[in-house]
């Protein structure tokens, strides 16, 4: 894996040994970075189940502003240390080794681009419940997105009355998603207020 745009492109990525990741191919980064645009420019980010970082990694070096990595193996999460270094944004990216769904309390205010790769085995109710706390805790901000890679094969869509379907691209083995926050379905504090 490597970085393909930006600052630091061509920096190769590097995963913890005897752990397997399932890579985003460079094709397909590139194609959701090309459907992200500009909102990709000074953006808080929070990725996900980050594996290496690869996405996270690849918005600062895009011109995100910041990086929040949220990844349950701790060696794994290392080697995001490791690879922020290796690309020169350590002083972008914060690195936590959190097990979702109570990692998503290191999260702070609201992020305009959320990246969440999951495992394709990843239990539906898991997936449910992240989708309830992201819109809850208001971590994606009113024109954010968040970017969902998935199965095809899963059997988890968000709920249509909560989340905007922006755009879908199905790479053969991996489907990505992108979702806003639907107009209306914000989060409880906001709607308490």
Do not use: C
Request: proline share 4%; net charge positive.
């Amino acid at each position: 894996m490597r970085v393909i745009a930006g600052t630091a492109r061509g920096t190769r990525l590097y995963g913890a040994k005897d752990r397997r990741v399932r890579p985003v191919l460079d094709r397909v980064k590139e194609s959701m970075f090309a459907a992200l645009g500009e909102r990709v420019e000074g953006a808080r980010v929070l990725d996900l189940f980050a594996g290496v970082g690869n996405l996270g990694i690849e918005a600062l070096s895009r011109g995100a502003l910041e990086a929040d990595f949220i990844e349950g193996h701790r060696a794994t999460a290392e080697a995001i240390k490791s690879n922020l270094e290796r690309a020169h944004l350590s002083a972008r990216g914060r690195v936590y080794a959190l097990k979702l769904p109570a990692g998503l309390r290191v999260a702070r205010g609201r992020y305009g681009l959320i990246f969440m790769d999951p495992p394709f085995r990843i239990e539906k109710r898991l997936l449910e419940g992240l989708f309830r706390l992201i819109r809850e805790r208001g971590l994606l901000e009113t024109d954010g997105v968040l970017v969902y890679r998935h199965s095809p094969h899963s059997k988890y869509e968000p709920p249509a009355d909560q989340w905007s379907l922006y755009e879908r691209r199905d790479y053969g083995d991996s489907i990505i998603s992108l979702f806003g926050i639907r107009p209306g379905a914000g989060d409880a504090r906001r709607s308490n207020a």
